[in-house]
């Protein structure tokens, strides 16, 4: 009984993780567009040589702190939304979850040899990219199934519901 009760628990949680993974993977290329457009490449370039001389307990600090700037953005968010300015709240935190997306990739990318040198980082590292793969596997069903469902398979209500809109609008466009 109380496994079936956190299941949908386990799936919201999946499906975080999973939108969070995707934003990573998805910001990763505006990264790297936006250090081709702007001088960034030089500063990458001059980051990596610094990093190379550094401990990898160093490096740690180096892929942590640019991040800490952001902290005090997402609480002016919150106080944003405590005093019920919604959108300006919305668009603080959207940017500074992008922001700070995109930052963590950006150093990420420069710092993963040395941190991957660290056996505790690197033994995180492998259970992240398990959990993710555990979320994909667990969300992956639930993403098949509101497929078919948008598709119109299946005969349930929304199946035969989706079904009658994609007939009307063929109706709608050969009309035309």
């Known amino acids: 009984m109380l496994r079936r009760l956190a299941q949908p628990f386990w799936v919201v949680l999946a499906i975080i993780f999973l939108i969070e993974a995707w934003l990573w993977d998805h910001l990763e290329p505006v990264v790297e567009k936006i250090v081709a457009w702007i001088p960034l490449r030089e500063f990458k370039h001059w980051l990596s040589e610094r990093i190379d001389a550094l401990s ?104 035969r519901t989706l079904r009658l809109i994609a007939r009307f609008r063929r109706s709608v466009h050969e009309a035309r």
């Open 56 to 159: 990898p307990a160093m490096t740690l600090i180096v892929f942590a702190v640019p991040v800490v700037p952001l902290f005090p953005l997402k609480l002016f968010g919150l106080w944003l939304l405590a005093h019920e300015y919604w959108l300006a709240a919305i668009f603080t935190i959207v940017f500074s979850k992008f922001a700070g997306l995109g930052i963590t990739a950006f150093i990420f990318d420069v710092t993963r040899e040395k941190l991957m040198e660290m056996r505790w980082f690197a033994a995180l590292y492998d259970f992240i990219m398990m959990l993710r793969a555990k979320a994909k596997a667990l969300v992956a069903p639930i993403k098949q199934r509101i497929r078919e469902i948008l598709r119109g398979d299946g005969e349930g209500w929304s199946a």
